[in-house]
């Protein structure tokens, strides 16, 4: 997993948006600013699976858990 450790995504809609989350230390930062992550990211056969609801909310998006369908909702606010 170390190969995994600092994840770095920016965005530039809507506003600029710097995210970088460490997979091995949890450590997370908005912007410059530290948060903490509810769910730890994770390393599966290679692939880094990240928080969708933290990263879709710094995105300005809407998340909502739709249980009766089993499925997620996610919507630009």
Request: positive net charge; proline residues 5%; hydrophobic residues 45%.
């Amino acid at each position: 997993m170390d190969k995994f450790a600092n994840i770095t995504g920016t965005a530039a809609y809507p506003s600029l948006l710097t995210i970088v989350i460490n997979t091995v230390t949890r450590a997370t930062t908005a912007n410059g600013k530290s948060v903490t992550l509810a769910n730890k990211p994770f390393v599966v056969n290679g692939s880094v699976y990240l928080p969708l609801r933290f990263i879709s909310e710094q995105l300005g998006a809407k998340v909502d858990w739709l249980p009766q369908e089993g499925r997620i909702a996610i919507s630009l606010k």
